[in-house]
């Protein structure tokens, strides 16, 4: 059963888990851990039996052994006719029928050990990528729900280290030294009970280096996570600038730094290489001194063992039997070495992975949200003011409404907020102060499942997935039929071109859409707004950096999907923003004027001194319907511009 099947059945969620609360200790992270085995947890029962089962078998074949050890001897000393061993196989030799059913017990619990021990590990195997499976499900779960705020804060590097490296040795943990520490306990107390019934004292004797050796390990734990941590530190960071190289190769290629960041990710791997070293070294002083000891102790037992037989106080099978039980007792807790590893591992990558999970939603959704209701589309702010930092604003005391189905654009000088602004419309953030809301209703009072698809964003910077056209057109909508797809494709003036891709609709687009021109991509953000049928609709200075032939075609497509709907225009052109039926000019995070183009061209202020700019020097500006403004036009706008400037100097300075 897939684990998504055995959750659901088992009827616990561990995606819904509430972070830890206080402080959070090596107890309480490893509880965390394997609460998300509570699905599974019947499997977790069958591993300990399969465990349990395999452990006894185990201390059955060295009990059988020192029996039919001794059966050998009673055979070859005096107690035996020498038939020959066809005499003995036929069972005409005394003793012989007791000892082919030692042999052929000792044969079936050797058989029954190794089933045991296959079920185990692939139990032990199981469970473990089970309890990965959710926590990655988790980990993926928690990225698609937090904040932008969370995503600015943290590099994909770390993402991408702590979903996966961390999560392995999560997974080597459960898989191996969970069950190993089972494993040592069982076997311990198994062999110690067969230890205590042959001779008492041997059997203290097998534990008196025990003590040190849990101190040893306790001692060590303290230095190796500090160590353990730092590693995976280092690795993070030698992981993120091979991210950051891949996405910016563009740019690295444009500047011929190659040598650059081949040099950065040298010094990267040189630390994390100083850290495993530092590590190991760590290790090097603590594994011989355990397996020194665990040696010396399993010699001298072993010797001393030999002289009890020598001098007759120990029969053969009685040496064997006590010889494997104190050497394999010896040996297990040898292995208390790589258990502490494979634990201080564990502990610092869940520490991490905690980190990701216990993050709080920077944009958390009210448990009695509502569906925002239908509307005309009206955004209305009231006194807003937000900052990515606490106490530096970027949008200050925004008050502002826009009728539904209007057109508002949003000029302003570049880091004016105008971005920002827009951003929070969606949720993205939440404002520090004031309130937002669409059609009358406080949009912190919604759920984020009915805003979101409300608002459809066209950014200057368009991200497409690694997959068909089709499927990037229906990202918002994925039931949509292949004749909605292409409507929408042909809305956004993008049909043509699409059908000139090798497998038309079905072509696979590279990573971000890498194998189109921007005017494409563009275009195909555009059909996705199309397709979203949004009741708000965002468009982010998507004209800002194509050739005056795609920004006809652009503004074409922009034209049809902004019908009927509120639209919200940031751009820089004055001809694209001419029509709007509102003209908002943002300077440093404030609102300076409001008012239709030909409004602000009769006042002095940001919006005029642009428009000098443009009107007087840009002859190729296109308007918001996809054509070159008329000469007519143009000069209407001179002539306000000049008359205004006329006014202006007409008016007498203030003494």
Request: hydrophobic share 45%; with cysteine; proline share 4%.
């Amino acid at each position: 059963m897939p684990p998504s099947q055995e959750r659901t059945s088992h009827g616990g969620n561990p995606l819904e888990k509430a972070p830890l609360a206080g402080e959070v200790t090596n107890r309480r992270l490893l509880r965390w851990m394997f609460s998300f085995l509570r699905p599974v947890r019947g499997l977790a029962v069958l591993a300990c039996i399969y465990l349990a089962l395999s452990v006894g078998a185990e201390v059955l074949v060295t009990r059988q052994m020192g029996e039919t050890a001794n059966l050998i001897r009673e055979l070859h000393f005096g107690q035996s006719t020498d038939s020959g061993f066809w005499a003995w196989f036929l069972g005409l030799e005394p003793h012989a029928c007791k000892l082919r059913h030692g042999i052929g017990v000792l044969f079936g619990i050797v058989l029954i050990f190794g089933l045991l021990r296959y079920l185990r590990e692939v139990t032990a195997m199981k469970l473990s990528m089970t309890m990965v499976y959710y926590i990655r499900e988790a980990v993926y779960d928690k990225l698609q729900r937090v904040g932008f705020a969370f995503h600015d804060a943290i590099s994909t590097g770390q993402l991408i280290t702590r979903a996966l490296t961390d999560l392995q040795h999560v997974r080597s943990f459960v898989q191996t030294a969970v069950l190993t520490t089972l494993d040592i306990v069982l076997v311990v107390g198994g062999y110690m009970v067969l230890l205590l019934a042959r001779s008492p004292w041997l059997a203290g004797l097998s534990l008196v280096p025990l003590p040190f050796w849990t101190w040893y390990i306790l001692r060590f734990g303290k230095k190796v996570q500090p160590a353990s941590r730092a590693v995976m530190e280092a690795e993070e960071k030698s992981v993120n600038i091979i991210t950051e190289s891949i996405a910016g190769v563009h740019v690295v290629k444009a500047f011929a730094t190659e040598k650059h960041e081949i040099a950065k990710y040298e010094r990267a791997c040189n630390v994390f290489f100083d850290r495993v070293m530092a590590r190991i070294r760590l290790y090097a002083n603590f594994t011989p001194v355990i397996r020194t000891i665990g040696s010396a102790s399993h010699l001298s037992l072993f010797l001393l063992v030999a002289v009890l037989m020598i001098k007759g106080q120990l029969n053969v099978g009685d040496f064997l039997i006590l010889g494997a039980a104190m050497g394999t007792i010896l040996g297990r807790l040898q292995q208390v070495s790589v258990i502490s590893d494979q634990y201080q591992n564990a502990v610092v990558s869940a520490r991490r992975l905690w980190e990701v999970l216990a993050a709080r939603p920077t944009v958390p959704e009210k448990p009695d949200a509502i569906a925002l209701p239908p509307g005309p589309g009206e955004v209305r702010f009231e006194h807003v003011t937000f900052g990515y930092q606490p106490n530096k604003p970027v949008v200050r005391d925004i008050n502002l409404v826009v009728p539904g189905g209007s057109v508002v654009a949003i000029v302003g000088p570049t880091g004016a907020g105008k971005t920002t602004l827009v951003n929070l419309i969606g949720r993205f953030y939440d404002p520090q102060r004031g309130r937002i809301l669409i059609d009358g209703v406080d949009i912190r009072d919604v759920t984020l499942a009915s805003l979101r698809p409300s608002v459809a964003y066209v950014f200057q910077e368009t991200y497409l997935f690694s997959d068909t056209v089709s499927a990037n057109i229906a990202y918002g909508r994925p039931g949509i039929s292949a004749g909605e797809i292409e409507a929408a494709a042909r809305l956004a003036q993008a049909h043509d071109f699409i059908e000139q891709l090798p497998r038309g609709y079905d072509t696979v687009l590279g990573e971000r859409g890498a194998s189109l021109s921007g005017g494409q991509r563009q275009r195909l953000a555009i059909a996705r707004a199309i397709v979203q049928d949004p009741r708000i609709l965002v468009l982010d200075d998507a004209t800002a950096s194509v050739d005056p032939e795609t920004d006809e075609l652009i503004h074409r497509a922009m034209r049809f999907v902004m019908l009927g709907r509120t639209t919200f225009l940031i751009a820089h052109r004055i001809s694209t923003v001419r029509r709007a039926d509102m003209v908002v000019v943002l300077e440093n995070g404030r609102i300076t004027q409001v008012g239709t183009h030909d409004q602000l061209m009769e006042q002095d202020g940001h919006y005029r001194q642009i428009a000098a700019v443009q009107l007087y020097g840009d002859e190729t500006a296109l308007d918001e319907e996809g054509e070159q403004p008329s000469h007519m036009d143009r000069m209407k706008d001179i002539r306000k511009l000049a008359a205004a400037t006329v006014k202006k100097d007409a008016e007498p300075e203030e003494v």
